[in-house]
């Protein structure tokens, strides 16, 4: 009887080890408000079926009126206009791609850009973000100044949404006094920060964490990135994020002020193809007349982009497949998941390079082929066209 009663002491004593950790987690997120969403098969999904899109437009350079330099971001207003920022140029076209002109100048003088970081349009005006010297420039659809302010004490910033008089903007740790270690992979902070209309920096809102290769030679420093910020807006409120280079998504809500969803499921990192591998050799810093090399990478981010169609949330993954596209899996706005399908854009040529937007029912993409020339390609998303 003895040894019965020690064998279930022994069970009760493991139970109860096991059931405060657990009652500590559930405090700990009841608390926070934090939902974790695991993936409720532990196996990685498969893709189904293969959407392919239907090119519907496709703008090409027309060196009487305008070329492609480097096309970075796309916008599209409420009647289809598309703005591409090239550079320093904001080039317009109409919906049929006929183009309107550049909207905005070169130079430090009021509206004029030197260095942008991003552009949205926000009830039919276009924000944009310089970034040397830093203020916000609001403009009408047609160019025209609107308003212009500074914003002071600011450094490596993005930004990434205007609402109410709160302009959105993501800020990478620029202070790295406290790192101790002269060279390595390490974790910087990317804060979440909103600015007022008068220029004032709020306090952060949320942090996360970036990979880099940090280096420090004599009294000078240098990052080279390893992870990505990747980032989609559903319904004006929830701030999609992936920040690192594993398979994991975070929902902040611009209103609640809080990060209310963690998710992610089981995924196999997809490693560089050797065509590629000269681009991924290492990056190279040069401090102090010594030349520093980053490790080389073996494996790609496994989240490329986050984009928003519909009321669901597209996680554009590092999965390739030539023949059947990237792989793409789907969730609703509350991190449930949904499907994976393969996406295939026809005229896509490097399957490893690319760049998507979507505003409306329309995917728009630039692509540079085999010749050098750019162009930008608006397709049809319509889910039908699927084959199992």
């Not at 920040?243 to 611009?254: E, N, R, V």
Request: proline share 4%; aromatic share 14%.
């Amino acid at each position: 009887m003895k040894h019965i009663n020690s064998f279930y002491n022994e069970i009760r004593e493991q139970l109860s080890s096991l059931i405060l950790p657990f009652l500590i987690i559930c405090m700990v997120l009841f608390l926070s408000n934090t939902v974790l969403i695991p993936n409720s098969n532990n196996k990685e999904p498969q893709p189904k079926k293969q959407v392919i899109l239907k090119k519907i437009l496709q703008i090409t350079n027309n060196n009487d009126e305008f070329y492609f330099k480097y096309p970075s971001i796309i916008c599209v207003d409420g009647e289809d206009n598309i703005y591409v920022l090239d550079g320093q140029r904001l080039l317009k076209f109409s919906k049929t791609g006929l183009y309107s002109g550049n909207l905005i100048q070169k130079g430090v003088g009021p509206g004029e850009v030197s260095d942008i970081s991003n552009i949205c349009i926000i009830d039919n005006q276009l924000v944009i973000h310089n970034k040397r010297p830093s203020k916000i420039i609001q403009e009408d659809l047609s160019g025209k100044l609107l308003k212009e302010f500074r914003i002071e004490n600011s450094y490596m910033m993005h930004l990434i949404h205007y609402d109410h008089g709160n302009y959105y903007f993501f800020k990478t740790q620029d202070d790295f006094s406290g790192i101790k270690i002269n060279e390595g992979i390490l974790e910087i902070d990317q804060y979440l920060l909103s600015i007022n209309e008068q220029g004032k920096i709020l306090p952060p809102l949320c942090t996360f964490p970036l990979t880099i290769f940090f280096a420090r030679g004599g009294g000078s420093w240098g990052s080279i990135g390893i992870g990505n910020i990747q980032y989609a807006l559903g319904e004006d409120r929830y701030l999609f994020v992936s920040h690192s280079t594993k398979y994991s998504i975070k929902c902040y809500d611009l209103f609640e002020k809080k990060v209310i969803h963690e998710f992610g499921i089981k995924y196999t990192p997809q490693e560089i193809p050797g065509k590629l591998s000269g681009q991924f050799k290492g990056g190279t810093l040069v401090l102090e007349g010594k030349i520093i090399k980053s490790p080389p990478r073996k494996y790609f981010n496994d989240i490329q982009q986050l984009l928003i169609y519909k009321k669901h949330l597209w996680v554009v993954t590092s999965t390739i497949d030539p023949a059947k596209g990237v792989r793409v899996d789907r969730y609703d706005l509350k991190g449930k998941f949904i499907d994976s399908f393969y996406l295939f854009l026809p005229e896509t040529e490097n399957k490893y390079d690319f760049k998507w937007f979507i505003f409306g029912r329309y995917l728009y993409s630039p692509e540079i082929n085999e010749d050098g020339n750019i162009s930008i390609f608006k397709y049809e998303i319509d889910s039908s066209e699927g084959k199992n």
